[in-house]
């Protein structure tokens, strides 16, 4: 029987700790893709910090480093500095990244470390039980906002592309969304891409990726992905940030 | 013969430098040595301080509290130690600078107008260099040419320039 | 061998170069500076990375990286700087990851000051990140013995998996004087658990310090104990001075040790059998070689430049046989030898 659809090589043949109708499975499966086809997964390094990725060392099958929360970036650049010639990636929710880890993200970009983040938002602290995050939405309710971000008292949602798309250092600032076929595959032309950035040494890239949080967001599968269109997209909008190859091509 | 050496004035006079060149010449007679600078704030423009410890044993406590041999560019610092010279040891006072005259009969003071025979001389900025001549020709503990040799090996090749004007301080300094 | 002279925090840096360390990452503070500034000149030259980290805690965590690709990293610090690198200290220690740690420490708490202290030996014997966990602390008291333990914390810190500490002080951090540097004897050792690529040669290798599972956690635990126990009984390390007839024995390490011994000496030329142990290893600590030097003391005098902070193991150590008094000095202030003498003295008895 001819085989059509297999599991990528670099994820691992386990069963993951992710809740129904999350999109993590997605998107690990995006980023082994890519490995795959590039050919890269005995050259690669993969850091997931704490948050629901917490536990992603199991799920791929490339050499894993778990980090302190929000520390991602400083272990990476760590890795990639000792192994230039290695790929290194990491793997962080947005708690972790625009949050706890806000330092280390916006420096490992303005020194054009030369690794991919995948920064996963989906408005809210998946591990610790759904509380306000960096990417909250107004009005959005969680455990912390029980009436709703109020935005005179919590502040304003951080957009991390549009943040980082003025530093020199970046390569790459793209935003995309897992709710849809076309979306997934534009996803993973971005993850593709951010990985040959570093394979050419071009710099830091960062794709974050919208997604949903079912369990927390109190939705069921269907209702998330609705909500992911219809409240994250108009405030995260997808799109291109920055891509310094977008000027060779010119 | 082993000495504790405080060296004592205003930051950019070049205290921790003539320190510098008392502990190599420390290396070069192949004793044990110790140099200790006051450090922080004082690099900007405070008082800085400097203890080097010469000997033939190793040295222990490398902070100087107590000198037989003192260096003092400017009048705080004079205030503040002139009465730790140790008593039979002798003090190194720049008199451009310091005014007060010590008036202790257990210790030799040497008031040398190193500010002024720096200018004199066309060797401003070595009022230090020209103190630790008199330093060196009065305590005896170490010899002119250990002097040169220490200035070869701080100051780097692209400024070899540097080392005659110095030893013309450190001689300006022994003939005063 | 050329004698040269060297400031402390120079020679730690040199010496890590020689070590084999491959990334250095810093931040700049008082008064470790030099070290940085010294890794920024050489570390290219060498064939190694030197980086300005954004902050201590990235700078630790960098170290985790390295550490992680199998390479000998190394960051340096200062006291409140070695507090906020305490998360990445202990991440490092239960990732059983290699590395070393330098703290040239100064007064606290707070910002405190910036001249020499030895305040952070409890939180670098006992506290130096949340949960069961050592490190291995050096405290050289000499810019030769900075260089000496240098190689071996990295030697150490590979052999048994665990993160090293020299733990210096501004006094030794900023002085000069004449060193060695003897032909490299450092000991690499395979790293097989490194995460630098499965070369898709082998199974992936993970680092981490996540365990879900109590007992996993507790075994994890349990194993890395019984490393520390050989360390505590085979890797003491003290030097003695003048001990074997010492009635008044004085406790002291790193640079309070060079005034404690001045001060011993002035005390057995006052007639008072003086000596002096000197801890080299903080953790794990000389007990037995306290209780050895201590057979005929009457009495201890830890010395220090802090509040009393070994006091305690001292005790532990003689199991409070022997009284043990304390005086130190603390906020950036230097023990004088007189204070000391004068401590011996009035515990000797004499007049």
Redesign the interface.
Known sequence: MAVVFEKPHSLCDVSMHYCPGCTHGIVHRLICEVIDEMGIEGDTIGICPVGCSVMAYDYFNCDMIEAPHGRAPAVATGVKRALPDKYVFTYQGDGDLAAIGTCETVHSATRGENIVIIFINNTIYGMTGGQMAPTTLPGQVTQTTPFGRDTSVAGFPIRVCEMLSTLDGVALAQRVSVDSVPNIKTAKKAIRKAFENQKEKRGFSIVEVLSTCPTNWGLDPIEALERLRKDMIPYFPLGVYKDITAKEDK | MNHEILLAGFGGQGILFAGKVLAYCGLIDNRELSWLPSYGPEMRGGTANCSVCISDEPIGCPQVIDPDLLMVMNGPSYDKFIGNVKPGGKAFIDSTLVEQKCERSDIECFYVPASQLAIDNGLEGSANIILIGKMIKESGIFEEQTVRKALEKIIPPKRAHLIEPNMKAVKIGMDF | ME???MKGNEALAEAAIRAGC??F?GYPI??QTELSAYMAKRMAKAGG?F?Q???E???I???????????R?MTSSSSPGISLKS??IS?IAA?DLPCVIINVQRGGPGLGG??PSQADYLQATKGLGHGDFQVLVYAPSSVQEMINLLTKAFDMADEFRMPAMILAD??LG?????VEFPEAKTHQIPKPWA???????RK???????YLTPEELEKTVLDRYKRYEVLENEHTEAETYLTEDAEILVAAYG?TA??A??AV?KAREAGVKAGLIRPITLWPFPKKEIVKASENAKHILVTEMNMGQMVDDVKLAVECRVPVSFFGRTGGM?P???EILDKILELGGAE
């Open positions: 004698r040269n002279l491959k990334c990452f008082t008064p990375v980086l980290a954004e902050s805690v990235a700078a965590n960098m170290v985790l990286g390295a550490a992680s690709a199998g390479v990293a998360e990445g991440y990732s910036i001249q501004g006094l900023q002085m000069m004087e004449p995460t630098n690529g499965t070369g898709m040669k992936h290798n993970i680092i981490n310090s996540l640079a060079r005034v011994k001045s000496i230097v004088k030898p007189s």
